[in-house]
């Protein structure tokens, strides 16, 4: 692809320039695409972190609500305890220490307290009959449990359908202590046992993913902190009541309470994961925090490793082109310096013939061989130029199709010259004897058989006066052509209406008529000397060879005239425009005059167009152009 229609010079002249112009591209293309790779990759690896933070909250909300769930069927199997006997206060608060100290550490206290006999309870009136906790002989509402509200903000009634029946409070606040409640009834049907759990113990144990991982559990109606570990047991917004997060959106925008939702979000100082708690009753949201520095780690690896990459890739390019420059591209702009002074034709210029085994220096001695090439052909044109073919400088040796063409141009040279001499002599004696010598013998000839045809009768008189007549004409012919193709042409301004019709008056005809379609004027640019000579030829054959009738019109063209030459003679023979054809003339096939020769050269002196047809006798076309528009499209007429 040629680059010299986008590129400018400066960039085009130089090829360090180039080199460093197509550097910076490449540079600018890996930054670019190492940049977008960084981003692609930065974004993929945000993402799969994103999705790990996401399936760690996952798999925490699941373990909750495995354990959630675990509690509830504790709960239920407890309840059938044949050490439950609310009659028996004594045995059942024993039997309640002895279950709290076996089960695990998130269970706080139990308690057996009625089954309300009336509906609806919203589970505050009901006497504790015995407890853990010293609060046996009080109502339900001593231990603060709070049993919740329903989707439409009404109190969760405290009733149970059958002894398999459990039932889960909110969340609440026991001394201090974010707490939940699960009660089941017992055997006996008449009585509740509740467990009391703090999850934020559970919460506290929760595996991390990654090192610096918070656990939140989130209520599932509010948003708010239900449990974390290592902070105030408090209810309280979570991030603060300025700070909306994606998760309070999804809980609040939730269509109940007890929606699934997942996901995971990104903001300036942490990665964070969420899932709801799978598990009936429960609408509480498991949220992992996870560091930005900590989630994001092998993100920010590969962009630092990205950008040392790119980084090193642009420092070897520097050091790449540096070498180059420096190395190499001096030493070859040297050498295009000597051969510029070469291709000046300045043969003192000193190319070293060094050592250097490289290509510069493979190239180095190919341009100082090239250089003695040169000076060995220079001096070898200059003889033969000279002729001076026995020089000793003729027999040095040029290697390759070079030597072999300037031998043969020496020993071709030295033949046409030798001819040419011999031509130049034998030109000149015919020249002189057509032009003088024979003239003047036809005029004795003419002279003597005029006398003869008053002495005698017969044809064979007048025949030989009109070969006589006829040689004269190819003589006049002759110094016509000669003196046309000897002068270069001078231009003038010519109408061609006048021009013609001035040659015809000159034109003697017998019995065939002369018709003329011309436009008022058509003016032309051209030698007037040579074409009347070039008209004369065509217009004489025309009234010569025409049985009635001569048409010659003139019609104006894109650039000049176009001028239509016809009569309806017996046409031009077909030998005749053959030999015109060719260009030459050979022993088989030559014309009988010099008048077509004398058309076809004229024409082409003008620089025009000449054609022929022979049907119905001949129309001889002639287009003509103005000789200056030539000259300045650089095709100048010699």
């Known amino acids: 692809m040629d680059s010299k229609g986008f590129l400018p010079e400066v960039i085009r002249s130089r090829y360090a320039v180039k080199l460093f112009a197509v550097s910076l591209l490449i540079t600018a293309v890996i930054v670019a695409g190492g940049t977008a790779i960084a981003s692609q990759v930065s974004d993929r690896v945000t993402e799969e972190q994103l999705d790990s933070v996401e399936a760690n909250a996952e798999l925490e909300a699941e373990s909750l609500a495995r354990w959630f769930e675990g509690e509830q069927e504790s709960i ?10 609310p009659s028996n206060q004594t045995r059942t608060e024993a039997t309640l220490a002895r279950e709290l100290n076996r089960t695990s550490d998130e269970l ?18 009901e006497q504790v009959v015995a407890s853990s906790d ?22 969760v009634v405290f009733r149970f359908g059958d002894t398999a029946d459990t039932l889960i409070s909110w969340v609440y606040l026991d001394d201090g202590n974010m707490s939940v409640a699960i009660a089941s009834p017992t055997r006996d049907g008449e009585h ?17 993913a990654a090192n610096g991982t918070s656990t ?37 925008e939730r269509p109940t309470q007890f929606t699934p939702i997942s996901g995971a979000e990104l903001d300036e100082t942490e990665v964070r994961g969420y899932h709801s708690v799978p598990s009936d009753g429960v609408n509480w949201v498991v949220v992992k925090e996870v560091p930005k520095s900590t989630a994001l780690a092998v993100t920010n690896q590969v962009q630092a490793d990205l950008t040392g990459l790119i980084g090193l890739t642009i420092g070897g390019f520097v050091l790449i082109t540096a070498m180059i420059h420096f190395g190499p591209i001096s030493s070859i702009r040297r050498l295009s310096r000597q051969a510029e002074a070469v291709a000046e034709g300045d043969l003192t210029a000193e190319i070293p013939d060094g050592n250097r085994s490289d290509e510069v220096g493979q190239l180095s001695t190919s341009l100082h061989r090239t250089k003695a090439y040169i ?22 040796e040029i290697p390759g199709p070079v030597g072999e063409a300037m031998a043969d141009m020496r020993d071709d040279l030295e033949q046409f010259v030798e001819e040419r001499e011999q031509r130049e002599q034998r030109l000149e004696v015919f020249n002189r004897l057509l032009r003088h010598n024979l003239r003047n013998q036809l005029d004795v000839i003419r002279s003597h058989t005029e006398q003869l045809a008053d002495r005698t009768e017969g044809d064979d008189v007048e025949a030989v006066l009109a070969a006589t007549d006829q040689l004269a004409s190819i003589g006049t012919r002759a110094r016509r052509i000669d003196h046309l193709m000897t002068r270069d042409p001078d231009p003038e301004t010519v109408d061609l209406t006048v021009v013609v019709p001035d040659l015809l008056s000159q034109i003697e005809s017998d019995d065939s008529t002369v018709d003329t379609e011309f436009p ?18 065509p217009l004489e054959n025309a009234v010569r060879y025409a049985e009635t009738s001569v048409t010659v019109s003139i019609r104006p063209i894109a650039d000049g005239y176009s001028i239509a030459i016809s009569d309806d003679g017996a046409g031009i023979p077909a030998a005749e425009l053959e030999s015109l054809a060719a260009g030459t003339e050979s022993p088989l096939q030559h014309g009988r005059g010099l008048g077509l020769w004398q058309l076809r050269w004229g024409v082409d002196a003008l620089g025009g167009d000449l054609s022929f047809e022979t049907e ?3 129309t001889v076309t002639i287009t003509l152009t103005d000789l200056t528009d030539r000259t300045e499209s650089g095709k100048q007429v010699e």
């Open 76 to 85: 239920r199997l407890l309840s059938s305890h044949q050490g439950i006997d």
């Open 108 to 125: 706080v206290s139990l308690h057996v307290v009625e089954r309300p006999t009336e509906q609806p309870s919203n589970g505050t009136t």
């Open 134 to 155: 010293d609060v046996a002989g009080e109502p339900l509402a001593a231990t603060a449990i709070d049993w919740g509200q329903t989707a439409s903000n009404e109190e």
């Open 192 to 208: 509740v046992l509740i467990g009391e759990y703090h999850p934020s113990t559970r919460v506290a144990a929760a595996a991390d």
């Open 216 to 252: 939140v559990v989130l209520g599932g109606v509010s948003g708010y902190v239900m449990f974390e570990k290592n902070s105030p047991n408090e209810f309280r917004p979570y991030k603060g009541e300025s700070t909306v997060t994606e998760v309070e959106s999804r809980i609040e």
């Open 375 to 396: 000076e060995t052909i220079t001096a070898q044109a200059e003889k033969i130029a000279r002729r001076e073919f026995d020089d000793t400088a003729i027999g040095e």
């Open 520 to 537: 008022p004027t058509a003016t032309l640019w051209t030698d007037a000397e040579i074409l009347r000579t070039a008209l004369t030829s």
């Open 616 to 618: 119905d006798g001949t």
